[in-house]
T-cell receptor, first 110, second 113 residues
């Protein structure tokens, strides 16, 4: 399974755009890239998933370059409630098995 | 509400005791998973079941057993609990073959003393 590397922590301020980049050099052809958000004492929550180029939903955007060796989660205009741990995962949609890394702890300050 | 239900939410065990963590989903998902999360760490896969009737080991299976009772239910058993198994346990499910995100339960916080 492809491993991912992402920053351990990031700080931001309310109203700013936050970009979290994830490296996945060994991504396989069948792998999708998925991002999750986790608040303390809760299970992770699905944010967004993509295969290539750009995906956007009501919460975030996901940018994936042509070589798919990295991806960037973009959170527009963050608020204090976006303070959480963000996980980048790559995995085969057929087997469904995903391996979590340590994630990025995002701290949004007022 | 549709989702993944885990029981119990909290449990304290003495070393050597056994217990079963229960997980049920009502979304007709094929695949189910058990993860553990230690303080300040990411989630580690214990066991998973890609479909009813199959189970496979994940990253950290030692000390655990699982049963995929039916399509809805996937239980995790600790036969002889150890302090190293103190953790928060999360169950998740997904429809295999569809690239949607997992749905996670709210977790079971287990302490082994």
């Amino acid at each position: 399974l492809a491993k991912t590397t992402q920053p351990i922590s990031m700080d931001s301020y309310e109203g700013q755009e936050v970009n979290i980049t994830c490296s996945h050099n060994n991504i396989a052809t069948n792998d999708y890239i998925t991002w999750y958000q986790q608040f303390p004492s809760q299970g992770p929550r699905f944010i967004i998933q993509g295969y290539k180029t750009k995906v956007t939903n009501e919460v975030a955007s996901l940018f994936i370059p042509a070589d798919r060796k990295s991806s960037t989660l973009s959170l527009p205009r963050v608020s204090l409630s976006d303070t959480a741990v963000y996980y980048c995962l790559v995995g085969d949609g057929n087997t469904g098995k995903l391996i979590f890394g340590q994630g990025t702890t995002l701290q949004v300050k007022p | 509400n549709a989702g993944v239900t885990q029981t119990p939410k909290f449990q304290v065990l003495k070393t050597g005791q056994s217990m079963t963590l229960q997980c049920a989903q009502d979304m007709n998902h094929n695949s189910m998973y058990w993860y553990r999360q230690d303080p300040g760490m990411g989630l580690r896969l214990i066991y998973y079941s890609a479909s009813e009737g199959t189970t496979d080991k994940g990253e950290v299976p030692n000390g655990y057993n699982v049963s995929r009772l039916n399509k809805r239910e996937f239980s995790l058993r600790l036969e002889s609990a150890a302090p190293s198994q103190t953790s928060v346990y999360f169950c998740a499910s997904v429809m295999a073959g569809e690239n949607y995100g997992y749905t996670f339960g709210s977790g079971t916080r287990l302490t082994v003393v």
